[in-house]
Nanobody, 115 residues
Framework: QVQLVESGGGLVQPGGSLRLSCAAS????????MGWYRQSPGKQRELVAR???????NYAVSVKGRFTISRDNAKNTVYLQMNSLKPEDTAVYYC?????????WGQGTQVTVSS
């Protein structure tokens, strides 16, 4: 069982920045693929960014160039740096851990981009 705890969400003005953090339990965090997903009302949950155990990264087209995913294996933590935020980035952001044999989700953190 992997437990994931997200933090860092909040209210920010358009053009602003936020950094989300996701702390994971488990002694083999370095072997997990980690991802950030988001879901806004009435829409399906969508992938925002993923980073593999080998530090390979991919991004949704809508966030490429604005968001950066990174991981710190020493701290069992994955981050999502979000810059140039837009109102359409408003959503609940979820952390995901892919252990190959199973998938785990955090409880989500709200990000609201509004003036």
């Amino acid at each position: 069982q992997v437990q994931l705890v997200e933090s860092g969400g909040g209210l920010v003005q358009p053009g602003g920045s936020l950094r989300l953090s996701c702390a994971a339990s488990g002694s083999i965090f370095r072997l997990y693929g980690m991802g950030w997903y988001r879901q806004s009302p009435g829409k399906q949950r969508e992938l925002v960014a993923r980073v593999t155990s080998l530090d390979s990264k991919n991004y949704a087209v809508s966030v490429k160039g604005r968001f950066t995913i990174s991981r710190d294996n020493a701290k069992n933590t994955v981050y999502l740096q979000m810059n140039s935020l837009k109102p359409e980035d408003t959503a609940v952001y979820y952390c995901n851990a892919d252990t190959v044999s199973d998938n785990f989700w955090g409880q989500g953190t709200q990000v609201t981009v509004s003036s």
